[in-house]
């Protein structure tokens, strides 16, 4: 009965996240004016200052950073451009080849557009920041220096050198951090032909200043002590003035016509190139080149190292051409010539194939930034001066439709291959193609080339970092609430606490977990706490507006379910509002031990349950005649309906479709209130739900008058009685006879329960035969052998002939684990509890994770498959199945329900079978599990 669970929709954090991103997009798209408004790119700009980075972030730190565009794709089209709010600013993302390119080469409407950490650090005359006409300035002053042909033959031994020192040395050290042992490498290539230098000492040094620049660069621009772009800065300054004084020695030996050594560095290339004008380099543009190039040197280039030989040895077959080509290079190599020459990897035709397949896969850089400097349409979409521009790499390198199986590493597809323009931008396109393109592809396939010579595979580790302004942000926050929540509990019980995170003030966890649950994998909301904290079994959140503690394994679930004394039902307030404070969700636990005693026999007993038999058969039965002849229905609403009669005849007496249609309007917008924030204010759902909720209290208060002044005035009692007659009667030992109040809260309760979780659960139990027509043979076997040994003057279904159906009881109890209509159940802690080692405190919720139970491997093999003989001489271990909870407060209406169900399925195997027009219809998990067309079908007779 905890059907209120999809009210969190139009709850509390979702009506803050609108308001939120409402406000964003006002205050960043409505100083655009209408008409330039209307013509933006579909998408969202999230929250203020946060914008869309929480959302990229968890794509970018899970298993499927492309789960990031696809959801702007899933919910806007494939249209290659969408605005978003990214690294602080109000920006625009480009996806397809063609519109990529279009930014990338339109350098009159696009500047760089990198984030200010970036600039500030890396510096404002490198490439991250010039304007157009200084890069073209400074891309034609460097181009040689850097991948001239020249200039590539005369680093190509220090290169070759330093790979097989390295390499060797690797050999001798044991395990390995490959990727730190490739970032020193190509740190050591990179310092020796820009500066010459060979010394340990110093490269130690600039090594340790990078770190910091590095983490510098990847933070929010925050000049404050303690801070990562503080500290970049200072590291920035120290780089500089050992830059600065290389720079004025070499100057300095020049102008006193001190010998040049033999060996060329870059630094002596870029001292003495000029351009047409004979205008050299400013030592300003000397430096913030030197620190941009020895910044990537030290990145880019060790990834591709690592990377490449990690998918060489995943991939045998490749690993062997790339090996067979070297050695044949080797085979027809010159006598007495002693190293690599550029010739020979101009010759490396395969290795090339691999390294453009592995730039491919990889996409290092898999973004990059631009600004619009004027308003610029691009496929009939503006994007607004000043924005930024995020071209994409990624999406364009794992594009199916230009890469067939992208995700695939496949060398062989480069084999005769020309990739069309735009569609393949590892070192991106345009004038700002990246200068150390040819030189990163030398260090790279020098070290395969002797790698695969001479080398085999070896384990590393691989870690990296992000670090952001929204990174920052987040931590702010949740820090904030973690201290509002957590901090007044005192160190000791703080340190008790269960893992797990509070998420954000206000909304807490609640966005990953809609975010899962509308998703076709609501388990990866509990999968992020398992693979975060561990499988403690018990995690703290935020939830449904309260700190609260997850429960999730089978001994913790029934721990709490059955421990009274300590735990007290803990439901949102609309719930409790609006179902009643004399209800199940809301009673004490005096007042539940109670209700339970006077009502469990008037609902499950043997009796009740017996005169109930006759009566849901003759509505099964005409319900599936009549839909049989209406064609096409939405076979969950038409069962929803039929299981509301149902309850409604059981607890009312009555079969009026006036009396039903109106109280089914009641129930409705009552059912809209209990999924809603409770706010009692003319408009809101609440509001309209507590005014239906009076109606049907009058209602219900008016049958019950009527009934209690028949007894007063001895009118003749009807044959049947009903469960208000049951209700009116019942006592308990003292002779005390249940309040009109608790009458009514009970009616409301049990006919809201009614009317959804029966009709899902039939739904899916006749759909998930269907899909298996091997259970369904043996259910309907088991149904004819039922009717055939009958007795020839019986007309329809008994209790004890239900209780003989032993196959289709297992079919139930399946569909009702598979399912996990209720997948939580609400507690509050009455006071600090210690479970499984850690501290549930007072006053916090306790959400208990059937969903999680019903799932667990351990016990449930393949548990997503739906199988009904796992259940053959099976006793489920205590706290493993709990489709109607556990303890005191077991659900009271299960054996009702189960009746429901198997006297629908007797009917339905014997005589029909649904035809689904939508068989492959998505699954929604929100309000609960049900195909999105409501199981869209037609009822035939067979």
Not at 173 to 198: A, D, H, P, Q
Not at 231 to 260: P, Y
Not at 605 to 627: A, C, D, N, P, R
Not at 869 to 887: M, N, Q, S, V, Y
Request: charged share 25%; hydrophobic share 40%; proline share 5%.
């Amino acid at each position: 009965m905890m059907w209120w669970v999809g009210g969190v929709l139009v709850g509390l954090s979702v009506l803050a996240k609108a308001v939120l991103e409402r406000a964003n997009s006002w205050l960043h798209e409505t100083k655009l004016g209408k008409e330039k408004k209307r013509n933006l790119p579909p998408g969202d700009l999230g929250l203020p200052f946060i914008g869309n980075m929480w959302s990229f972030l968890k794509a970018f730190k899970s298993s499927n950073p492309d789960s990031f565009l696809s959801s702007f794709i899933t919910r806007y089209g494939k249209t290659g451009i969408y605005k978003a709010f990214m690294f602080g600013n109000p920006s625009i993302i480009v996806t397809s080849p063609e519109t990529c390119r279009k930014v990338l080469i339109d350098d009159e409407n696009f500047t760089p557009g990198w984030p200010v950490a970036t600039t500030d650090l890396v510096g404002k005359k490198s490439f991250a920041a010039i304007s157009r006409e200084d890069h073209r300035r400074l891309k034609r002053l460097t181009a040689a220096p850097i991948n001239g042909h020249e200039a590539l033959s005369i680093y190509l031994p220090y290169i070759e050198h330093i790979v097989q020192t390295c390499l060797s040395k690797f050999t001798r050290m044991g395990e390995i951090e490959l990727l730190n042992e490739t970032r020193k490498l190509t740190f050591r290539v990179i310092m020796y032909i820009f500066l010459s230098s060979e010394s340990e000492h110093i490269m130690e040094l600039l090594e340790k200043e990078y770190t910091m620049l590095n983490n510098g660069i990847r933070s929010m621009a925050v000049n404050l002590p303690g801070f990562a772009y503080h500290e970049g800065l200072k590291a920035r300054k120290r780089l500089v003035s050992m830059l600065q004084n290389i720079v004025d020695e070499r100057r300095g030996l020049r102008r006193d016509g001190v010998a040049i050594k033999a060996k060329k560095d870059m630094l002596d290339a870029l001292l003495e190139v000029e351009d047409e004008d004979g205008k050299k380099m400013t030592d300003e543009e000397i430096i913030d080149l030197l620190v941009m190039y020895l910044n990537a040197g030290h990145e880019s280039t060790g990834h591709m190292m690592m990377w490449t030989t990690l998918l060489l040895h995943k991939h045998p077959e490749c690993l062997q051409k790339a090996k067979a080509e070297q050695e044949e290079i080797i085979k027809n190599r010159p006598v007495g010539q002693k190293g690599l020459t550029l010739n020979e990897i101009r010759q490396m035709k395969y290795l090339s194939q691999v390294m453009d397949e592995t730039l491919r896969w990889v996409t290092f850089s898999y973004v990059v930034f631009r600004k619009a400097t004027k308003d610029v349409n691009i496929n009939g979409y503006i994007i607004p001066k000043g924005w930024k521009v995020l071209i994409w790499f990624r999406t364009v390198h794992l594009d199916p439709e230009i890469w067939p199986e992208p995700m695939k590493f496949n060398p062989d597809r480069w084999d005769g291959f020309t990739p069309k323009a735009g569609t393949f931008i590892p070192f991106g396109v345009g004038s700002r193609l990246c200068p150390g393109n040819s030189l990163a592809k030398v260090e790279v396939m020098t070290f395969l080339h002797h790698f695969l010579l001479n080398y085999r595979e070896m384990m590393w580790w691989v870690g990296g970092v992000l670090v952001g302004l929204s990174v920052l942000a987040k931590v702010v926050l949740e820090r904030t609430n973690g201290w509002l929540h957590e901090t007044k509990l005192g160190e000791e019980k703080k340190r008790n606490l269960p893992p797990g995170d509070l998420g954000l003030p206000f909304i807490g966890n609640m966005w990953s977990f809609l975010k899962a649950f509308k998703s076709s994998n609501p388990d990866s909301f509990l999968s992020s706490f398992i693979t975060r904290y561990g499988k403690t079994g018990i995690y703290k959140a935020l939830m449904f507006g309260n700190p609260s503690v997850i429960v999730t394994t089978p001994e913790n679930c029934r721990k709490v379910l059955n421990d009274d004394e300590n735990f007290k039902p803990g439901w949102p307030v609309s719930t409790r509002e609006l179902i009643g404070r004399k209800s199940f969700v809301s009673i004490s636990y005096e007042e539940h031990k109670r209700l339970r005693r006077l009502t469990a026999a008037p609902i499950n007993g043997h009796e009740v349950l017996t005169f109930y038999v006759g009566y849901i058969e003759e509505m099964v039965q005409t319900s599936l005649s009549k839909w049989s002849r209406m064609g096409e229905i939405e076979f969950l609403t038409q069962l929803r309906k039929l299981t509301f009669q149902i309850i409604m005849y059981i607890f009312l007496s009555s079969e009026s479709e006036n009396i039903m249609e109106v109280l089914e309007k009641e129930y409705t917008t009552l059912n809209c209130g209990v999924r809603s924030m409770a706010i009692n204010l003319p408009g809101f759902a609440f509001h309209k739900a507590l005014q239906a909720r009076k109606r049907l209290v009058l209602a219900l208060q008016s049958i019950i008058d009527e009934r209690k002044a028949q007894k007063r005035d001895r009118v003749a009692i009807k044959a049947k009685k009903d469960m208000m007659d049951a209700l009116l009667e019942v006592e308990d030992e003292n002779g005390k006879k249940l309040t009109d109040e608790e009458t009514i809260d009970l009616l409301l309760m049990y006919l809201n329960a009614g009317h959804e979780s029966s009709g899902h659960s039939i739904t899916w139990a006749t759909v998930l035969l269907q899909q298996h027509p091997e259970f369904l043979r043996k259910a309907k076997a088991e149904q004819q052998e039922i009717v055939k040994n009958r007795p020839a003057e019986q007309t329809g279904l008994t209790l004890k002939e239900i209780r003989q159906m032993k196959y289709l009881s297992q079919v139930v109890d399946e569909v009702l684990r598979w399912l996990t209509f209720s997948f939580v159940v609400f507690r509050e802690a009455t006071k600090d509890v210690n479970l499984s080692g850690y501290l549930i405190p007072k006053g916090w919720k306790v959400l208990v994770w059937f969903r999680s139970v019903h799932f667990d491997p351990e016990y449930w093999p393949e548990p997503m498959k739906f199988n009904p003989e796992r259940w053959h001489d099976l006793t489920p271990k205590a706290g493993t199945f709990l489709p109607f909870g556990a303890g005191s407060h077991l659900c009271p209406g299960n054996d009702l329900a189960k009746l429901e169900i198997m006297i629908f399925l007797h009917y339905f195997l014997l005589n029909y079978r649904l035809d689904r027009v939508n068989p492959d219809c998505p699954i929604q998990y929100l309000p609960h599990r049900r195909p999105k067309d409501n199981c869209l079908a037609k009822v035939r007779r067979v």
